[in-house]
Structures are given as structure tokens and as C-alpha cells.
């Protein structure tokens, strides 16, 4: 059945098609590299069986990929393929997710006797071959500290680690606390992994969104079709998932794609939110789709939207929205006066000059 399988270089193939993208030469031969995982894979399965065992050789020893380069470069569209083929055989988490797995079965761990890196490793372990993980971004010590003991063990286990990461190896965790601990966990990625970088090629999404630009006003009522094409772009290689962001003992509920999100504009203007709130959505992403943002005709929204501009403003978020007016005819003309600062920073974040100097934070 394997040999019937779409590769991952054709599933590459399948999704510029379909998705009328150019062929991109680093993504290709990504593709290639990660069709040998698979095929190491499989060829150590084999090995695993008593024919594989009386006549085979020496099982394969399978090496995973460290995927690092400039964002919108289509490293966690890439991994993803290699979910897709592997057929099961994959485990996919996020790093904050992944890490908080681990977090949790260490806390586990210090209940019962023993070692707790053994029980966080034995625990993970079971059951999971090739472990898939995007955005790796190490810059809590107790984060690095966590994963220099147990990538250890994972990795004696014979799991096959393959990631993404806007970081080379060598600069994870760069000016961290009592960094030389963490070291190990590096060592471990060079002896199991092959490091592939994806070079500076085009940022489709970039191109897009200068192009297209932040701000859709809707016509007749129905949101624009590029406001639409906008978020297609960024969810191509993560689909979105429902996730609800803790905010001082409530939640704000977003879709969210890696660091970006989308909500409707009454849920942070019509409901009673706060500073928390914004900063916590800033916090969690660095683009923010905000759909169906009408003119302020009650004081509260308003003075909402201002604190959102604000927070967005001075961490340097994109926004992208989905309006019925322009930005000048948010406000009522007996208003104007009072939100000309907060009109004046919404042209600037609009401007294409604000997309190139923000899109890679």
C-alpha cells in the first residue's frame, strides 16, 4: 500500500495547483527530504517484524528535520504535507502546546516515586513514533531547562523529531538564563536531525497584503472578496482552530492560524472588555482579522476601539478589518476632534510602510 502513497513532493505539487501557486525550489527539495522520513520510517517498521528481524539487516536509523527560516515562507505548509502522508503515524502539536503537555506530565511525574524525566518520557513517548512540531521558539527557562533532560530520552527512544522554527539551532535561547544547560538540547537537534534552512524566496502573504492592503470596506453590505482571500492566505499552512484566550478569569474566543486571529469587532467593542483583553490578544498574535467593524455610534465602543488601536499601535500589530466606512467616518463629526489621534495612527497603520516594517515581528 505504501508504494501506492502520493509522496509529499506530488501533495506539494497537488497544492500549487490548486492553489495557484510558483514552485519554490527550497519547498521542493524539502519535500524530497521529507519523503526520505517517511521512507525511513517504514523501512524501520519492517525491521520490527520476525521476517524483518531473521533476515534484515541493521535497522535504518531515522534522522528528523529542523526547519528554520524567514516567516511566510511555507515551513508549517511543508510540515503539515508530511502529517497528511504520514497517515497516522505522526503526532502534530504546536510548540506552546507541546511544551505544555510536558509541563503537565512533570507536575504529574513529582507525585509518584522515581525519576520524573523517565515518567515524562515514557508517558510522551508511548505510542508516538514520529513527533511533529511547529514554531519552536525557546525563551522560558524553565521551558529550555524542561526540554534539554527530556529530548534526551525521546530521542534514545527512537522518536523522530521534525520542526519549524524562525531560529538556526545554534541561536535558540540566545542571552538566556544559564543558557549552558540548555546546550545540550542543541546538540541533541545536530546529532538527530538534519538542519534545512528555507532561504529568503518571495512571502506570498506579504506581497498580498501590501497589495491588497489592511483595510475592506464592504460593499452592499457583504464583506469583501479580498478581505476573504487575505485570511485564506494565512490559514493555507495552519487551519484555523477555535481557541479561547484566558483573560483574567474570562475568555475571549478567536480563530486562530499560528500568530494570527479573527473575531467579529463586536465581540471586543459590544461586550464589556477591557485593557486586559487587547493586550492579551496582542500578546497572542501578531496579525488580527477583525470582521464587520461599523461606525461608532456608541461612546463605550468607541472608546473600546481606541485602547484596541492604542495597545496594537505600540506593539506594532498588523490589523486587518472588515468595515463598513473608511477610517475617517468611524466617528460622528462631533467626535472627530477627540479620536484625531487615534484617526491619525490608523492611517499609519494602514499604510504600506506599516506592513514592511511589521510583518516580520
Not at 515524562?120 to 522560558?140: H, K, M, P, Q
Not at 522554527?165 to 545536530?190: A, K, M, V, W
Request: proline share 4%; with cysteine.
Amino acid at each position: 500500500m505504501n508504494r501506492c502513497r502520493v509522496t509529499i513532493l506530488q501533495a506539494y505539487e497537488q497544492l500549487l495547483q490548486r492553489q495557484s501557486m510558483s514552485r519554490d525550489k527550497g519547498q521542493a527539495a524539502l519535500a524530497l527530504r521529507m519523503d526520505q522520513v517517511l521512507h525511513d520510517l517504514n523501512t524501520r517498521t519492517s525491521h520490527h517484524g520476525f521476517f524483518g528481524r531473521l533476515f534484515g539487516g541493521k535497522p535504518t536509523l531515522t534522522r528528523g528535520v529542523y526547519i528554520h527560516g524567514p516567516v511566510g515562507r511555507g515551513k508549517s505548509m511543508m510540515m503539515n504535507l508530511l502529517v497528511e502522508a504520514a497517515a497516522g503515524q505522526a503526532r502534530r502539536l504546536h510548540f506552546a502546546e507541546w511544551t505544555a503537555q510536558l509541563h503537565e506530565l512533570m507536575a504529574q511525574a513529582r507525585n509518584n516515586q522515581g525519576d520524573p524525566i523517565a515518567h515524562v518520557v515514557s508517558s510522551f513517548a508511548g505510542g508516538t513514533r514520529l513527533l511533529c512540531v511547529d514554531e519552536l521558539e525557546v525563551r522560558d527557562i524553565t521551558d529550555a531547562m524542561l526540554l534539554a533532560r527530556v529530548m534526551k530520552g525521546l530521542f534514545a527512544k527512537g522518536l523522530v523529531l521534525v520542526t519549524t522554527s524562525n531560529t538556526p539551532p545554534d541561536q535558540l535561547y540566545e542571552g538566556g538564563l544559564n543558557r549552558p544547560l540548555f546546550l545540550p538540547f542543541i546538540q541533541e537537534i545536530h546529532h538527530h536531525c538534519d538542519v534545512v534552512f528555507l532561504d529568503n524566496g518571495e512571502d506570498y502573504r506579504r506581497r498580498h497584503l501590501q497589495e491588497a492592503g489592511v483595510w475592506h470596506q464592504r460593499i452592499g453590505g457583504k464583506q469583501a472578496q479580498e478581505y476573504q482571500s487575505l485570511w485564506a492566505d494565512w490559514t493555507a499552512e495552519n487551519p484555523p482552530i477555535s481557541r479561547q484566550l484566558a483573560v483574567q478569569g474570562r475568555v475571549l474566543p478567536v480563530a486562530s492560524s499560528g500568530r494570527a486571529a479573527r473575531l467579529p469587532a463586536s465581540r471586543l467593542l459590544a461586550e464589556d472588555r477591557g485593557n486586559m483583553d487587547f493586550k492579551i490578544l496582542s500578546q497572542a498574535a501578531d496579525i488580527v482579522f477583525l470582521d464587520g467593524l461599523t461606525p461608532m455610534i456608541q461612546r463605550d465602543h468607541a472608546r473600546r476601539f481606541v485602547m484596541l488601536v492604542d495597545i496594537f499601535y505600540e506593539q506594532g500589530k498588523l490589523l486587518v478589518v472588515d468595515a463598513e466606512v473608511q477610517p475617517k467616518d468611524l466617528f460622528d463629526d462631533q467626535e472627530n476632534l477627540g479620536f484625531a489621534r487615534t484617526l491619525s495612527r490608523l492611517t499609519e497603520m494602514t499604510s504600506t510602510d506599516w506592513v514592511a516594517q511589521h510583518m516580520d515581528k
